[in-house]
């Protein structure tokens, strides 16, 4: 079940990959850190902000979105400059592209199909996505 997260926690989150998230996913993760949301052709299982205020919410967001970005770049064909923000359990990733200027990650959220290496467009923001 998500819990709400201190912004400390996303802006630290910011700092080790150098970007800045949407507004919309922000303020998504900050009153639910995690849980799922759904597109059309799947679920998708947030990954959430490291939350190191206590032992529960340490276990809980050991998945969190910088080493799931991390783990998700040594595959084939992640793109370079994703930063991956859920999964949906078979390999696909649901991931935000950073805009013009580099660090600030745009509003569309895309999926990135593992086994083609392709990137599909699946909301134009956050907030187009069904909580699950």
């Known amino acids: 079940m998500p819990f709400p997260v ?25 009153a639910g850190n995690g849980g799922a949301v759904e597109t059309s052709s799947d679920v998708w299982d947030l990954h959430p902000f490291f939350d190191t205020s206590d032992k529960q919410r340490l276990k809980r967001t050991c998945n969190d ?18 930063v991956a923000i859920g999964a949906n359990g078979c390999g696909d990733r649901l991931v935000l592209l950073p805009g013009v200027n580099g ?15 392709e990137l599909e467009k699946v909301a134009d923001d956050f907030t187009e996505l069904e909580l699950a």
């Open 65 to 82: 979105i910088v080493r799931e970005t991390a783990s998700s770049k040594e595959w084939f064909g992640f793109p370079v400059n994703a």
């Open 6 to 30: 201190a912004e400390k926690y996303i802006l630290d989150t910011e700092e080790k990959l150098g970007v800045t998230f949407p507004a919309a996913f922000r303020a998504k993760m900050m």
């Open 103 to 117: 660090s600030a990650l745009r509003d569309e959220v895309f999926c990135w199909d593992h086994e083609l290496g």
